[in-house]
């Protein structure tokens, strides 16, 4: 079998391991990727609820695993965190990370303009 599928490195002989969505964008480009678009989430219920319900316990105290949504607060936190995570540098404070490419189609195609 060839160690190429369409000019393409099999995906089990690229290794992954960024800590960044630079890194991952530049590890992308290494194999000859363009990326398209960066993305992130982040932790819900938050880190702060989490440690909170953690350190209740000790104590004998219970929380819900996912806290009841107050409506009002939490279209409040959705809009803040969706008017966040619009910044590049928000991706760097997200629980998980990725990045969009696609395969040039041809020689000397670049990538999209706009936001990454």
Not at 33 to 41: H, K, M, N, Q, T
Request: net charge positive; hydrophobic share 35%.
């Amino acid at each position: 079998m060839s160690d190429h599928l369409n000019g393409y490195p099999k995906a089990e002989r690229v290794s992954l391991h960024p800590t960044s969505v630079r890194e991952l964008e530049r590890d992308l480009r290494s194999v000859r990727l363009i990326p398209v678009r960066a993305y992130g989430v982040w932790m819900v219920p938050s880190l702060p609820y989490r440690v909170l319900r953690e350190g209740l316990k000790k104590l004998r105290l219970r929380l819900p695993l996912y806290p009841p949504r107050v409506p009002v607060v939490g279209e409040v936190r959705r809009r803040i965190r969706d008017a966040v995570l619009r910044r590049r540098a928000a991706l760097y404070t997200c629980f998980s990370i990725g990045v969009i490419a696609q395969k040039p189609e041809r020689e000397g195609l670049r990538p999209p303009q706009g936001r990454g």
